[in-house]
T-cell receptor, first 115, second 109 residues
Framework: EPEVTQTPSHQVTQMGQEVILRCVPI?????FYWYRQILGQKVEFLVS????????KSEIFDDQFSVERPDGSNFTLKIRSTKLEDSAMYFC?????????????FGEGSRLTVL | QKEVEQNSGPLSVPEGAIASLNCTYS??????FFWYRQYSGKSPELIMFIYSNGDKEDGRFTAQLNKASQYVSLLIRDSQPSDSATYLC?????????FGAGTTVTVRA
């Protein structure tokens, strides 16, 4: 069964360092998303991406964050200068149709710990 | 203003009982509603979705939608210990799904 894959599964970094989280969405999906979940809290939307453009982003997704689809398969989330409060599980998701019409399939997540 | 609200848990039910989970949403324009299950430390996993008013059944799960009341629910029949998880209600926007905080269900053997 097709699945969304994410790397790394866990990353520990120092505050102020840059981090790149990588995702390979399901191959025929067109819409890509990043969500995060701080421990014990809700799943929060960060950004959606379609046709090489950001479709929507949340207030969380400030100038420290960026997304890219560098090739036909990968979808990345970059945090330029990490803060302690960026510590969370980051989930990549993809869907065949826009979030309004198609269900999202999630990867296993990348746990980011900022020290 | 919260977009998606779920009944606070945790919800503890005996094995074999029915677990009832509720969710309300604020955007009247929402058209698609999803229930995800999330085991501790894992990613959300889709259980089922519903688009039309009424009931939709899938195995032991039944989703109910009432758009006039902006209410969606999930019933888990014959609850099993393996159903112990957090259940997330999600509602569509134009380019995203918005999630509720989740209801944690514990099924007692």
């Amino acid at each position: 069964e097709p699945e969304v894959t994410q790397t790394p599964s866990h990353q520990v970094t120092q505050m102020g360092q840059e981090v790149i989280l990588r995702c390979v969405p399901i191959s025929n999906h067109l819409y890509f998303y990043w969500y995060r979940q701080i421990l014990g809290q809700k799943v929060e939307f960060l950004v959606s991406f379609y046709n090489n453009e950001i479709s929507e982003k949340s207030e969380i997704f400030d100038d420290q964050f960026s997304v890219e689809r560098p090739d036909g398969s990968n979808f990345t989330l970059k945090i330029r200068s990490t803060k302690l409060e960026d510590s969370a599980m980051y989930f990549c998701a993809s869907s065949l149709a826009s979030g309004g019409a198609g269900e999202l399939f999630f990867g296993e997540g990348s746990r980011l710990t900022v020290l | 203003q919260k977009e998606v609200e779920q009944n606070s848990g945790p919800l503890s039910v005996p094995e074999g009982a029915i677990a009832s989970l509720n969710c309300t949403y604020s955007d009247r324009g929402s058209q698609s509603f999803f229930w995800y299950r999330q085991y501790s430390g894992k990613s959300p996993e889709l259980i089922m979705f519903i688009y039309s008013n009424g009931d939709k059944e899938d195995g032991r799960f039944t989703a109910q939608l009432n758009k006039a009341s902006q209410y969606v629910s999930l019933l888990i029949r014959d609850s099993q210990p393996s159903d112990s998880a957090t259940y997330l209600c999600a509602v569509n926007g134009d380019y995203k799904l918005s999630f509720g905080a989740g209801t944690t269900v514990t099924v007692r053997a």
